[in-house]
């Protein structure tokens, strides 16, 4: 009778399975093949195989108990008589040896497999011993049509798919900084760890075909809030306990030591939660890319404003002002269909892992179609209307008086979602999507997106009180950590009379979401301006008063405040001021080669009065230098 000697699963990364399904790079000796597309094994028997009189079959198994009719044990038979979920056929025979071709649906389970060979003979059914040799991983596939996740643009999936290096953008709207990042989906032990991820969530193995519910699983999964998952956030300024945020240069690090530890590691904020996200997708094979939307709303009651409240003299209440304004927010965006929605609503869909508020009691958003939001259909799963906020907010003033009334003084329908950006395909420069997100400001089709938007319980202002006749303008500034620098703020009278305004200027430390810190400056200067004037006021910041107040990614915020005595209008202006930070410059050795061992240099310079303390630096080189970390007392 036939008997089974060996089998080859060809899963060099020269051979034909791993280049033919884009997974060469994987730094793993297992085959690690993509749905919806053939793959080969070649099986060497006793004797030659006679189609007539031997019969065998090829089966696979995922997870703890696997049952044929939960899809998690699929037999594949050579031959097209019996039928199987999964195509099978040989694809040569030479000697003792069969290859065969396995095309596992487009939408079965994606995970780690196990694969058997079992031949019928005389005495019953024989089956090849459990050997780990022959785990194989099946991935999802954006290069099919029938998967869910296919997408249809070769430069895309080479960014969204296969790139390894990332650039994040940060800063200020007007002042855009770029964090580079090492995604490392392909490294080894990464595949493992996300994995891992899927089975700590409890998730049902047989979800683990459908992207919606991966990604979802996953955006609770990646905060520790309410599951033990990967990252705990802290926004706090105080990382004693673990990395500070902005020390992170890689996904790699983060997603081994939570596999390894099985434990929360510390700390991120919301970069870092996009990033290991991206990383994620990525190496499941979901195209993903990370976004960056500028001056975001965090809504704390789900209305479209931002509700920033003054003292009756102009004076902003930082008691009473609970919803913030981060100066930039970091989310994901993935690729798959929506067979949940109506058509036109698949393609890129927001997950955010990043823990702001609950979702059907967790801490996770999305996938919420990009579609969706632009074209105000908010009320399609999953936490639409919470994206939209995020970018369609308006900034509403209120003026409170002594007996707690409120009243709108002054609303900005243009500050929130100001830009949104990503990383071009291809390219190391950035792309500006905000036209995905949201009709140009002011045009007749975003009045009907924000009107449609109520119509599922998004409340907006109404009111539109007057505009002032005086307008407050703050300069642009450029300046570094440690700088003195001026302040001009300039009053501009449009009206022909004389105008006194009353003006409060405060500068605070800010934290990116828009928490506020220390106040390190306030003023309250009263301004006459002549009829159709305008005025200058300066107002002087001395580094001693802010530096010792500095948190990380230091951010000034300046907002200044006025009522015009003889109108009662209120005039408001804000600005945030990114400080720049020193520069670090990398020399690396000459005349590299190959084999041969390089130095790398760090530089940096001390641009201070003072010496610097507890300095921490950090570097890896994605594929030839695992990540490395010095600290200077």
């Keep these: 009778y036939l008997d089974i000697l060996d089998v080859d699963m060809m899963s060099r990364p020269d051979e034909i399975n791993k280049t033919q399904h884009h997974t060469m790079l994987f730094n793993s000796n297992y085959l690690v093949v993509r749905r919806g597309q053939e793959f080969q094994v070649k099986i060497n028997f006793s004797r030659p195989y006679k189609p007539a009189e031997d019969k065998f079959a090829v089966e696979f198994t995922i997870g703890s108990s696997p049952h044929y009719s939960k899809g998690t044990y699929i037999p594949v038979f050579p031959t097209k008589e019996r039928k199987s979920p999964w195509e099978g056929r040989i694809t040569n025979t030479s000697d003792n040896s069969v290859t065969m071709g396995i095309t596992p649906a487009a939408n079965c389970i994606v995970g780690k497999y196990h694969l058997y060979v079992a031949v019928v003979t005389p005495f019953g059914i024989r089956r090849t011993r459990r050997d780990n040799s022959r785990d194989l991983y099946i991935l999802f596939n954006p290069w099919v049509a029938a998967d869910a996740v ?72 990646l905060n520790s809030h309410d599951d033990e998952g990967v990252l705990v956030g802290n926004w706090s300024g105080d990382y004693t306990y673990g990395v500070a945020p902005t020390s992170w240069t890689g996904s790699t690090d983060i997603l081994l030591s939570y596999a390894s530890s099985k434990m929360p590691v510390c700390y991120a904020q919301c970069w870092v939660y996009a990033a290991i996200f991206n990383t994620f997708l990525r190496c499941l094979g979901i195209p993903s890319r990370v976004v960056t939307n500028y001056y975001s709303a965090h809504d704390n009651d789900g209305n479209l404003k931002t509700d920033i409240i003054l003292e009756e003299n102009g004076r902003i209440d930082r008691g009473r002002t609970r919803d913030s304004i981060w100066n930039y927010h970091c989310w994901n965006e993935c690729y798959m269909s929506r067979p949940d929605l109506p058509t036109g609503f698949g393609g890129w869909q927001v997950v955010d892992a990043t823990p702001q508020e609950t979702s059907d009691g967790m801490y996770r958003c999305g996938p919420a179609s990009v579609q969706a939001i632009k074209h105000g259909q908010i009320c399609f799963p999953f936490d639409a209307a919470f994206v939209f906020a995020e970018v369609n907010s308006d900034v509403v003033f209120y003026s409170r008086s002594k007996d707690g009334t409120m009243e709108p003084v002054k609303v900005n329908r243009t500050h929130v979602g100001r830009m949104i950006l990503t990383k071009a395909a291809g390219d190391v420069t950035r792309r500006d999507i905000t036209d995905q997100y949201k009709f140009p400001e002011g045009s007749k089709e975003e009045r009907t997106v924000l009107e449609k938007a109520e119509e599922y319980g998004c409340k907006q202002e ?124 990398i020399v690396v050795s000459e005349g590299g080669k190959v084999n041969e061992e390089m130095m790398a240099t760090v530089e940096f310079t001390n641009p201070f009065t003072f010496s610097l303390e507890g300095v921490y630096i950090r570097m890896e080189g994605p594929g030839i230098m695992q990540p490395k970390s010095k600290y200077y007392r």
């Design 150 to 221: 296919f997408l249809d643009d070769e430069e895309e999936r080479q960014e969204c798919v296969m790139t390894e290096m990332g650039i994040i953008y940060h800063g200020a709207f007007d002042d855009i900084a770029e964090r580079n990042w090492n995604y490392g989906q392909f490294n080894y032990g990464v595949l493992d760890a996300c994995l891992y991820i899927m089975d700590r969530s409890e998730m049902p193995i047989t979800n683990r075909g459908d992207p919606v519910k991966v990604t979802r699983k996953a955006s609770a999964m």
């Design 462 to 585: 109404k009111s539109n009180p007057p505009m002032a006749d005086v307008d407050l303008v703050l300069p642009t500034l450029e300046i570094s950590v440690g700088d003195d620098f001026d302040l001009n703020l300039e009053f501009i009278n449009r009206s022909d009379q004389r105008r006194i305004v009353d003006t409060y200027i405060s500068g605070t430390v800010v934290y990116y979401t828009g928490v506020t810190g220390y106040e390190f400056l306030f003023r309250n200067p009263t301004v006459t301006i002549g009829p159709n004037k305008s005025v200058k006021e300066l107002v002087v910041v001395e580094s001693k008063n802010y530096m010792k107040h500095l948190v990380e990614q230091a951010n000034l915020h300046f907002i200044a405040t006025g009522k015009v005595k003889e109108t009662g209008q209120i005039v408001t202006a804000m600005k945030v001021v990114t400080l720049r930070t020193p520069k670090l410059t």
